[in-house]
């Protein structure tokens, strides 16, 4: 349901605003004395809800409020300026819906905040199931130990469908289950409401089974992205509070998806967690009714950011938040962010480089992070090459058979007096799931949970390869060259720092005879990175090169390429027979000596042996001498 709402109700003092959309900030002069931190509530319970603000100083402040269909709204204003703000909005049940307009001013200058769409704490139990589709570690338990559903999840699914009393609501991407969609079409005959959304652009073979179950595909114009939530709502309209599930998760109703591919699910007993997916489900079906309404129906970008997004399950804080309405990718950089000491992220895929560029600050503050993705081609190539250089060997992608199907992010959970998180649902972290996609994302507050979600981490981690090799630091053999020539040290990249002999923190250097004279300098690079550290040397000799040319008669002749690697050429006169070629080092010793090959009009030599460094080459051709310089790299 989409909840549009007025201020005609409102005290005289404030009509004046309603010109303004309550959705965003409405600012009077000044409003840059009144900065404040959005309100968020920070205690619910089943007969109150506290939010609480803060702002830069001190100021007046107050909240307006209205329970959903009541259509009067309570004012609730502060007798002092406060710089710490904090009301108790009263709930009159548990599982009610409340809208709340935090505000404040410093004489006539108001800023209004965003609207909260609040839902008080439910009476359910807020009992909790996790389920993984591949086998789990359970030498890293520290409590329970997580499920493996060896390929029974659609059983899973079914049994849920079968204890449905009054209504099921199921938005899945895709579905080619054939028994899931006889157990839905057995819920109808039983008089249970079924409706069922799916992605118009997938084939979802199964729908084509439903019978008398209305049905919705997302629409599939240019408008919109793909329909890609995994979840089904069940009985949140019994008297009966415990009959209210919410399933959802990473898995599609596929026979892959169930058999083959990682993927995790969670069904969740609450009655305010599952109407608040019912209300994402009806803005998509448009409206409450038993058939879907066309012409109310929103999807992907047109969608209103309506629902709660903030629950108390059974003691465990857990936050909802919808795609593209809700701005997902944020609450992902804050999940990031929030790490402490661990950071474990398996997920299909990463494309956004915003969420790589907050791993590896992470990582550079200390944070062990290890990242497993389904393998390096679904992830950008500018992610890629942040993640191997920031993580290395802790960036991976998997060696399973099917595909690691994920979108999960675990936070410190290694340090369960923290205060782990886990982040979980359909969004992948790619930019068509922030701005076109319908998603689902949940996180979770609780420890228990997050080891449960390490446990499945840890068996995927080990079953993964790094997807980079380490650098390997190499300043390559010791050289002699001519007095005044000047030479490039290169340590390579893939490191994150480098310290060279001379101090310098350069990844090249530059080094001649400036301040030495001739003779030999040894020098020597440390580098390192997260695969440790590295060093190597290298000791350049400089000479004097005029001995060997000034006892050499001085014909010259051309080179090419030169400088060279493995071989050179000589372009000698056409009348020059030439019987020997050799080649001296700068000190005058000959360190080659052959009878030439005649390629064409040119001599081919291999040098690929000799250590670099300045050569003189000298052709022997009947009484006649001919020299050249040569240049080995």
């Known amino acids: 349901m989409v909840h549009r709402f007025s201020l005609k109700t409102f005290s005289v003092k404030f009509l004046i605003f309603s010109v303004f959309q309550i959705s965003s900030l409405a600012v009077f002069a000044h409003q840059d004395s009144i900065n404040f931190i959005p309100a968020i509530p920070v205690d619910i319970q089943p007969n109150f809800i506290t939010i609480e603000w803060q702002t830069s100083n001190d100021v007046f402040s107050g909240v307006y409020y209205e329970a959903e269909g009541k259509n009067a709204w309570i004012l609730d204003v502060a007798t002092k300026p ?9 709930a009159s049940y548990p599982s009610q819906v409340i809208y709340a307009l935090p505000f404040q001013f410093v004489g006539s200058d108001t800023l209004w905040g965003d609207t909260l769409v609040l839902m008080s704490q439910s009476a359910s139990s807020g009992k909790m199931r996790v389920y993984f589709t591949r086998p789990i570690d359970p030498n890293v338990a520290t409590g329970s130990q997580a499920i493996y559903l060896p390929g029974t999840a659609a059983d899973t699914v ?8 009054k209504s099921i609501d199921l938005a899945i991407y895709n579905m080619n289950i054939d028994g899931i969609a006889y157990a839905l079409n057995q819920a109808k005959v039983r008089g249970v409401r079924v409706r069922v959304i799916y992605d118009g652009s997938t084939t979802n073979s199964s729908i084509y089974v439903l019978q008398g179950v209305p049905i919705l595909a997302s629409p599939t114009s240019s408008s919109y992205g793909i329909m890609h939530n995994k979840f089904m709502v069940i009985d949140c309209d019994t008297d009966d509070p415990n009959d209210a599930i919410l399933f959802t998760g990473s898995m599609n109703f596929t026979s892959t998806q169930v058999n083959k591919d990682a993927n995790n699910i969670l069904i969740i007993q609450d009655k305010s967690l599952a109407l608040a997916y019912r209300m994402e489900f009806e803005e998509m079906w448009g409206g409450s009714g038993s058939q879907p309404n066309l012409s109310a129906s929103r999807f992907g970008p047109f969608k209103k950011n309506n629902t709660p997004h903030y629950f108390n399950v059974g003691g465990i804080p857990i936050e909802s938040w919808f795609s593209p309405s809700d701005g997902v990718n944020s609450k992902i950089l804050a999940a990031i962010n929030s790490a402490n000491t661990s950071l474990f992220i398996p997920t299909n895929l990463i494309t956004r480089d915003d969420l790589a560029n907050a791993i590896e600050k992470r990582r550079q503050n200390g944070v062990l992070c290890r990242v497993v993705v389904d393998d390096d081609a679904s992830c950008s190539d500018q992610v890629v090459a942040t993640l191997t250089q920031a993580l290395g060997t802790n960036f991976r992608e998997t060696t399973e058979s099917g595909i690691l199907h994920h979108k999960v992010l675990i936070a410190d959970a290694l340090q369960t007096n923290s205060n782990p998180v886990v982040l979980t649902g359909s969004h992948n972290w790619s930019n068509n799931a922030e701005i076109r996609n319908d998603e689902n994302t949940l996180i979770l507050y609780d420890a228990n949970i997050a080891n449960l979600y390490y446990q499945e981490f840890s068996q995927r981690f080990k079953q993964s390869r790094v997807i980079a090799p380490n650098s390997i630091l190499d300043l390559g053999p010791d050289i002699s060259v001519c007095a005044g020539q000047k030479v490039i040290l290169d340590a390579g990249t893939g490191f994150f720092s480098y310290l060279w002999s001379n101090g310098s923190t350069a990844s090249q250097i530059i080094v001649d005879t400036s301040g030495m004279g001739l003779g030999s300098i040894t020098l020597s690079c440390t580098v390192n990175n997260v695969y440790g550290t590295q060093t190597d040397q290298i000791t350049i000799t400089f000479f004097t090169c005029t001995s060997i040319e000034d006892n050499l008669t001085k014909r010259q002749f051309s080179i090419y390429p030169n400088p060279t690697r493995e071989f050179f050429k000589m372009q000698l006169p056409p009348d020059v027979k030439p019987q020997f070629i ?3 080092g700068i000190q ?8 030439t090959r005649l390629v064409g009009d040119s001599l081919e030599i291999n040098v690929s042996e000799l250590n670099a460094g ?4 000298r052709v022997l051709a009947g009484n006649k001498v001919y020299v050249a310089r040569l240049l080995k790299q």
Do not use: C, D, F, W
């Not at 079914?158 to 009393?165: G, M, P, S, V």
């Open 588 to 595: 005058g010793q000959m360190v080659m000596r052959q009878t």
């Open 158 to 165: 079914i049994e849920l469908i079968h204890r449905a009393k």
């Open 614 to 617: 300045i050569y003189m080459v």
């Open 582 to 584: 050799e080649v001296y």
């Open 82 to 90: 406060l710089r710490n703000h904090s009301y108790n909005i009263p």
